[in-house]
């Protein structure tokens, strides 16, 4: 009886049905092919997942961790805390096409320039892609620095479940 009594509720609430088929909609920006979203609209009855910050693998052991040479210049770790979260994704049965939201924390080593084309290099390896054309809205800040010293990428994402 309360199923029966649920279920007419969830149709005559308008949250079964064509609601639920419902696509997340992605605008982009006009006249432009940065691979970002300008913004991005989840509809209802949708599960919002938020992962927390990921960061570098290590990509050579025999270096100082307190240095980048452990860990890579930015397009590697960019590609390595993207493997990271594609990965995350994968045991919590989503994907990068399920990426919604997208902050990114990089580092410039001192004395240099952020390496913001060695970052798009990276995210455009799993973003904006014919096999990965979903793009999420995205904002990227340069941080005087991250837990470890030899870390220029770390990357939180938040993605839906329809």
């Known amino acids: 009886m309360i199923k029966k009594f649920a279920i007419a509720l969830a149709l005559t609430a308008g949250l079964a049905g064509p609601a639920l088929a419902q696509e997340v909609i992605r605008h982009t920006n006009p006249g432009s092919n940065f691979p970002i979203a300008r913004a991005v609209e989840v509809p209802a009855g949708m599960t ?3 992962l927390s910050g990921a960061v570098p693998s290590v990509v ?8 980048t040479a452990a860990y890579g210049d930015m397009e590697t770790q960019t590609v390595s805390v993207l493997n990271s979260i594609e990965k995350t994704l994968a045991d919590l049965d989503l994907t990068m096409g399920d990426v919604i939201k997208m902050q990114a924390f990089l580092v410039a080593p001192e004395g240099t320039k952020l390496d913001f084309e060695g970052f798009m290099k990276g995210y455009t390896q799993f973003f904006g892609t014919a096999e990965q054309p979903n793009l999420p809205s995205r904002s990227v800040m340069t941080v005087a620095g991250l837990v470890s010293p030899g870390w220029l990428v ?3 994402v938040t993605a839906v479940r329809p």
């Open 154 to 156: 770390e990357i939180e």
């Open 60 to 67: 050579d052991p025999a270096a100082d961790r307190a240095t």
């Open 48 to 50: 919002t997942v938020y």
